[in-house]
């Protein structure tokens, strides 16, 4: 316990997989996608009728803030793993170096955050 592994093979192995499979199933959604392009002319399943457009625009402000949600929900997902194992990189010598590292990954969220801000982007009017 408390040691940096030795081969860092599994998680290539894992990337590797991740990626290879992300690929097939664009792929084979691709080839198996619908190639009749028309417009239903039924009702949804809830009885509600067609209206207007399914593209039309929205304020950008929706996208900035569900932008924002998901990039500090995986700052919070990334958090909690370094700080259960920074004992154990402590262990293995490499606190310092995590540490720094973990401080410059909240730096640049911080920096972020502070231009969306100045920029008015979490701003309702």
């Given at each position: 316990?408390?040691?940096a592994?030795?081969?860092?093979a599994?998680?290539?192995?894992?990337?590797?997989?991740?990626?290879?499979?992300?690929?097939?199933?664009?792929?084979?959604?691709?080839?198996?996608?619908?190639?009749?392009?028309?417009?239903?002319?039924?009702?949804?399943?809830?009885?509600?009728?067609?209206?207007?457009?399914?593209?039309?625009?929205?304020?950008?402000?929706?996208?900035?803030?569900?932008?924002l949600?998901?990039?500090?929900?995986?700052?919070?997902?990334?958090?909690?793993?370094?700080?259960?194992?920074?004992?154990?990189?402590?262990?293995?010598?490499?606190?310092?170096?995590?540490?720094?590292?973990?401080?410059?990954?909240?730096?640049?969220l911080?920096?972020?955050?502070?231009?969306v801000?100045?920029?008015?982007?979490?701003?309702?009017?």
């Amino acid at each position: 316990m408390g040691i940096a592994p030795d081969s860092f093979a599994p998680i290539a192995l894992q990337l590797i997989l991740g990626i290879g499979f992300s690929a097939i199933i664009l792929v084979l959604a691709f080839i198996i996608q619908p190639k009749k392009k028309t417009k239903p002319q039924d009702t949804f399943e809830c009885g509600v009728e067609y209206y207007g457009d399914a593209r039309s625009l929205f304020n950008i402000k929706f996208y900035m803030v569900a932008v924002l949600f998901i990039l500090f929900d995986i700052e919070a997902v990334f958090l909690f793993p370094w700080a259960v194992n920074l004992l154990n990189f402590k262990e293995a010598g490499l606190a310092i170096f995590i540490f720094v590292e973990m401080l410059v990954f909240l730096l640049i969220l911080v920096i972020g955050l502070y231009y969306v801000w100045k920029k008015g982007a979490l701003e309702w009017d």
